[in-house]
């Protein structure tokens, strides 16, 4: 059965750093691209971060660039997003997303930047 988990959300100051994790499994994790969602409320969901299989290319939203950091422990079966200098335009529901053809999806976790 694939499981997407992720963990790490929150409530956190404007400033404040949260880091998420998206524990997976009942698939070959090492051979899908990964990626980080969000959407807040009344929102379109939107791409935040992806990661390649091997971690060798990332890419970011124009909005995140600088602030966030994606990884992903193959051995581990996770990935990670590293969010830092956070903004309350940052509050949403974060997701991590599985892709190589098919897709899963994680059910979220919270993120909310308020003082």
């Known amino acids: 059965q694939v499981q997407l988990v992720e963990s790490g959300g929150g409530l956190v100051q404007p400033g404040g750093s949260l880091r998420l994790s998206c524990a997976a499994s009942?698939?070959?994790?090492?051979?899908?691209?990964m990626s980080w969602y969000r959407q807040a409320p009344g929102k379109e969901r939107e791409l935040v971060a992806s990661?390649?299989?091997?971690?060798?290319?990332?890419d970011y939203a124009s909005s995140v660039k600088g602030r966030f950091i994606i990884s992903r422990d193959n051995a581990k079966a996770t990935v990670y997003l590293q969010m830092d200098s956070l903004k309350p335009e940052d509050t949403a529901l974060y997701y991590c997303?599985?892709?190589?053809?098919?897709?899963?999806w994680g059910q979220g976790t919270q993120v909310t930047v308020s003082s």
């Open positions: 009942g698939f070959t994790f090492s051979t899908y691209a």
């Open positions: 990661i390649s299989w091997s971690g060798s290319i990332r």
């Open positions: 997303k599985a892709r190589r053809g098919n897709e899963y």
